[in-house]
T-cell receptor
Framework: AQSVTQLGSHVSVSEGALVLLRCNYSSSVPPYLFWYVQYPNQGLQLLLKYTSAATLVKGINGFEAEFKKSETSFHLTKPSAHMSDAAEYFC????????????FGTGTRLTIIP | NAGVTQTPKFQVLKTGQSMTLQCAQD?????MSWYRQDPGMGLRLIHYSVGAGITDQGEVPNGYNVSRSTTEDFPLRLLSAAPSQTSVYFC?????????????FGPGTRLTVL
């Protein structure tokens, strides 16, 4: 079975500062990893996903994530936070060769301080 | 394309009442699923379907029924609502055949059970 752990249910950063949201995964086979974003009162939207040998994945809105097998991590980063980045972010995992069922983390709420 | 649509957006029920949450997608996706989102718990899978006429239970199926008579529609039925079912419900669809495929989410239904 696979799982993900998101460290920090709430993260606050100043506008213009680095955003770092942490995700660690557990999977018995090589995983597929996803980051989704949820803006207030909306559904989830895919930010980026890791499904290949390219360990650095670039997504929408300037976000990127690096797959590190040795650390079982897939942390989400953005060099400079913008007010519009305020949202809840979910890490999710699936296993290669598996079905379509995703396992989600508990989420991290990102607040941007003006 | 409308993507994934859900109705209603908001609903208030009394304990013991029944209702159906509607979900429809126009992307011809084989796989559809229902999640509930509760604070601090992320998204938890209720039921899913891999095609018309085929459904299965997820992580938290008790108190809910589903059916899939067409590819497009996947309604979720609450048989006898309980306060513990107060939550935000999301429907999602995905093209089958790849665990690395993106799930598309509807805007959600916010349900309160009094």
């Amino acid at each position: 079975a696979q799982s993900v752990t998101q460290l920090g249910s709430h993260v606050s950063v100043s506008e213009g500062a680095l955003v770092l949201l942490r995700c660690n995964y557990s999977s018995s086979v090589p995983p597929y990893l996803f980051w989704y974003v949820q803006y207030p009162n909306q559904g989830l939207q895919l930010l980026l996903k890791y499904t290949s040998a390219a360990t650095l994945v670039k997504g929408i809105n300037g976000f990127e994530a690096e797959f590190k097998k040795s650390e079982t991590s897939f942390h989400l980063t953005k060099p400079s936070a913008h007010m519009s980045d305020a949202a809840e972010y979910f890490c999710a995992v699936n296993r290669r060769g598996g079905n379509e069922k995703l396992t989600f983390g508990t989420g991290t709420r990102l607040t941007i301080i003006p | 394309n409308a993507g994934v649509t859900q109705t209603p957006k908001f609903q208030v029920l009394k304990t013991g009442q029944s209702m159906t949450l509607q979900c429809a997608q126009d992307m011809n996706h084989e796989y559809m699923s229902w999640y509930r989102q509760d604070p601090g718990m992320g998204l938890r899978l209720i039921h899913y379907s891999v095609g018309a006429g085929i459904t299965d239970q997820g992580e938290v199926p008790n108190g809910y029924n589903v059916s899939r008579s067409t590819t497009e529609d996947f309604p979720l039925r609450l048989l006898s609502a309980a306060p513990s079912q107060t939550s935000v419900y999301f429907c999602a669809s995905i093209r089958a055949g790849g665990a690395g495929n993106e799930q598309f989410f509807g805007p959600g239904t916010r349900l309160t059970v009094l």
